[in-house]
């Protein structure tokens, strides 16, 4: 699911060369030599199977690896049956996946309560912070099933090759009972520790102990992009869009209601309508940028032609103001990109 850089991250170079050469060799454990031989009067020929490295061979080749500071890293058993980590319950728990495996955790859930979860790896695979993806680093999925044992839902990457740890957001449980929550790797090739939260909002929409506020939560739309994307606002909520920007970037955002409350000064204001808001926070969490009405008695929201501070992903928080108004809306975004600064696009290996 990611887009990694290739040959990127931890291990490249000449030790990566070095393991990939004896991989392949290892991989031909044998090398056939063919001799005719006349077997008296009866003319067979006779295969002569010879060893393909001596055992002197095979152990100088592990030295200079070693001597590289970096034993090779076995191959993964994606057949291996996850560990149990234990209850989840609101709030973090700490956990490790096995390469080639994975970890259970068990969560008593009930009929029409929304489950949040995010897995955030110790050393994460690629984050975006990082330009190579990390080899060594846990590239973690989390699967979401049932009490009946029907697959829910899973995620690999917030965001699609950029950031490889794990979100499922606002999951609707259909049922009461034990749901099982499972943390893997990606395509159970890595490993690590890493810390699954959970978060918990009754049906009743009341806060439980440990929960969040389910009244004011906003909900991750999903990742943004240039141009148009689609969504909608609940009374009291929001939503988060992710987009992944870049220092000197040149952004607009604009947030265009279905219904807006207000389009002009000499216009009357719809009760019905939504007044959007918008919240520009940076990668390290800090309001960088909102926008209100665009003009006195228009009552959309635009950021005007703001540079990105930094490398990393933004999060575009689209709320009715006052939290009073909700709706549909079209959320647009203009990019400029400073032209030596092109966008990194990083290869999963």
Known sequence: ????????????????????????????????????AALFALGISLAVVLPAASAQEANADRSAVLAQGDEPTPAASPTASPSTGGQARAGQQRGVVERGGGQVWLFT?????????????????????????????????VVLYAPDGTWLAENDDIIEGIWTDSLLEGIVLPLDGAYRIEVRSWDDQSGGGYVLSVEVEPSSGTPIPGGPDATARPRTAGEAHAGEQVGRVE?????????????????????????????????????????????????????????????????????????????????????????????GYTLTIESVMPAQYPRPTPRRV
């Open 109 to 141: 859930g009930h009929a029409g309560e929304r489950l949040t979860l995010q897995v955030t790896a110790d050393r994460p695979a690629h984050t975006p912070q990082d330009m190579e993806y990390d080899t060594r680093g846990l590239d973690a999925r």
């Open 1 to 36: 699911m990611s887009a990694q850089s290739q040959d990127a991250g931890p291990g490249s170079g000449p030790r990566q060369g070095l393991k990939l050469e004896r991989r392949q060799r290892e991989a031909h454990p044998i090398r056939l030599w063919i001799g005719a």
């Open 235 to 327: 009374v009291g909520g929001g939503q988060v869009w992710l987009y992944f920007g870049h220092g000197g970037e040149v952004l607009t955002v604009r947030v265009d209601a279905d219904l807006p409350a207000q389009t002009g000064a000499d216009r009357p204001v719809d009760p019905e309508g939504f007044d959007p808001v918008i919240l520009l926070y940076g990668p390290d969490g800090r309001l960088v940028a909102q926008s209100d009405d665009r003009a006195e008695g228009e009552t959309d929201a635009r950021v005007e032609t703001f540079e990105l501070p930094e490398f990393g992903v933004y999060r575009i928080e689209v709320r009715g103001k006052d939290e009073l108004s909700g709706g």
